[in-house]
């Protein structure tokens, strides 16, 4: 939303800012963000749960996620990936605008550099940026019909074994036809955001983020006939859960865990919420995957 007032021209001027303080680096661009932002006359919302590492000072206001939600402009967020999955969910029912500054090791999603981070978000706020959005998925556990669980995932849902040597059997519905019977070690259900994610390491293609797609990829199949199945984004899908095991599970972005049991019906389709994920000016999605992944190199 552009801001006016006498002296400046505000694309933002609510400040969300938040993450999770595991490391004294991050605590350092949390303040050293804070107090630039403040002296650029921005107002500042930080978690509650940092008023222990942040003091109060004027144009700082400490608020809940819901207020921070919807009072908020631009939300950044300091951390890593899982920092920035973690964020998204939180703000997805908003349709807050987000960007990261990385903090973690790949980065797939935090653009911003923590070393130049004054510079980079000086030229965001001015309005050199681009706006692109993801989707989520939504899940629902239910038992005999009775809702038991539910919740969302940026990158991915995974049903897996707890055990490794533990096999599981299910049933995929895909819009309501039965797709397959699978016996495996689980099923990742995945979003282009996600392709880079936990399917990629077995063995998943990589889909660009503007695909109005979902992604199923089998977890160490019994058989080698089952490959990875691309299907529309618009589909529904749904699991049946077939076997006696008491070790398995769902999990979301792998962050939100929830036991699975015999009958369960997992139910699995695309958020009409979505994430609007800033870049600077200058990204470029296939340079960032050949630098994150070692493309070229040898």
């Known amino acids: ?23 004294p680096s991050v605590l350092k661009t949390f303040k050293n963000l804070c107090i630039w932002l403040n002296r650029k006359n921005y107002h500042v919302m930080i978690e509650d749960d ?32 899982g920092s920035m999955l973690n964020a998204m969910r939180k703000f ?4 807050q605008k987000i960007i990261g500054i990385n903090h973690g090791k790949l980065g797939f999603l935090t653009d911003l550099n923590p070393n130049h ?10 309005g050199s940026f681009f706006q692109e959005k993801r989707f989520l ?12 669980f539910n919740n969302q995932a940026i990158n991915e849902i995974s049903f897996n074994s707890c055990k490794i040597k533990n096999m599981i059997d299910f049933e995929v519905f895909i819009d309501r036809n039965l ?38 990829v089998p977890i160490f199949p019994h058989s080698i006939c089952f490959r990875p199945l691309l299907i529309h984004g618009n589909s529904r899908i749904k699991l049946k859960i077939k076997s006696q095991s008491n070790h398995q599970e769902i999990n979301c972005d792998g962050q939100i865990v929830h036991s699975i049991h015999y009958g369960d019906e997992i139910l699995i389709k695309k ?19 050949k630098n994150k992944l070692g493309w070229g190199k040898f």
């Open 117 to 126: 981070v004054l510079n980079q978000l000086s030229k965001i706020l001015n």
């Open 50 to 81: 940092l008023t222990d590492h942040l003091k109060y000072d004027k144009g700082i206001i400490f608020s809940d996620i819901h207020e921070i939600g919807k009072q908020a402009d631009l939300i950044v967020v300091i951390g890593g990936d």
């Open 92 to 95: 997805s029912k908003y349709e």
């Open 137 to 148: 998925l939504d899940v629902r556990v239910d038992k005999k019909k009775k809702k038991m």
């Open 179 to 216: 797709a397959f019977f699978q016996r495996s070690n689980g099923l990742i259900i995945s979003t282009p955001t996600g392709s880079t994610a936990h399917s990629l390491s077995i063995g998943g293609p990589i889909l660009t983020p503007n695909l109005n797609a979902i992604l199923l």
């Open 271 to 289: 958020s009409n919420y979505t994430i609007n994920l800033l870049h600077p000016k200058y990204f470029d999605y296939f340079k960032n995957l």
């Open 1 to 23: 939303m552009l801001r006016k007032n006498s002296k400046k021209v505000f694309f933002f001027k609510n400040i969300g800012v938040v993450g999770r303080i595991k490391h």
